[in-house]
């Protein structure tokens, strides 16, 4: 009211971005409700068959497994059935792959402290191995790992939940094409309204 600017308390809320692709990705899972055949309560409503029937009904999660280039917002993801280490750690170099064939050579991975990425032998051998920098954020702040963060609130909005699955199948045969869409034809205002793949080199 007074119109002096209010700072934000946490100071890894100033924005950056690194000088190329590759110099830092973000990782990061996203568990979200797998859809029953047939539909879930967005296609019925919340009210769908009796509360007995829908608490014996056990759909379990699926595990969105996300890299994100700080430089170019590029991304790559796979839709996996847990978080264990050696999942992520496949994951990890299938996405290494991914990303080598854009043109992105990887030096260093941020992320969170969870079980898989900080006490998974197998993850840091693959990081050893390909020469790649581990950089872990502070506990409880998931906002220092903010670009992956905010993938994840994309992929939701725009993927997960935007349309009416009939299936889990349904919903995950649409992730490829929708990944494909963000990083080469949807506008990023964080990159002056072009899409990932304008900041990667021809290959």
Not at 110 to 135: E, G, P, R
Request: aromatic share 10%.
């Amino acid at each position: 009211m007074t119109g002096e600017v209010i700072r934000a308390s946490k100071t890894t809320t100033i924005r950056y971005e690194r000088d190329r692709p590759g110099e830092l990705v973000h990782m990061d899972v996203k568990k979200i409700g797998r859809i029953p055949d047939g539909g879930g309560w967005r296609a019925h409503g919340r009210e769908m068959g009796s509360s007995w029937a829908r608490k014996k009904t056990k759909v379990g999660y699926d595990y969105v497994h996300s890299v994100v280039d700080d430089h170019s917002r590029f991304a790559y993801s796979e839709i996996l059935a847990d978080e264990r280490g050696d999942t992520t750690v496949t994951f990890f170099e299938r996405a290494l792959v991914n990303f080598a064939r854009n043109g992105i050579t990887v030096e260093a991975v941020m992320t969170d402290n969870a079980w898989n990425y900080t006490h998974s032998a197998a993850f840091s051998d693959v990081l050893a191995a390909h020469d790649i920098k581990h950089v872990l954020i502070r506990p409880h702040c998931p906002w220092q790992n903010g670009k992956v963060e905010r993938f994840n609130r994309t992929l939701q909005t725009e993927w997960a939940y935007r349309t009416v699955f009939d299936s889990n199948k349904q919903r995950s045969r649409a992730l490829a094409p929708w990944l494909n869409r963000y990083n080469t034809r949807r506008r990023h205002s964080a990159l002056g309204d072009l899409p990932p793949t304008s900041r990667l080199s021809p290959t």
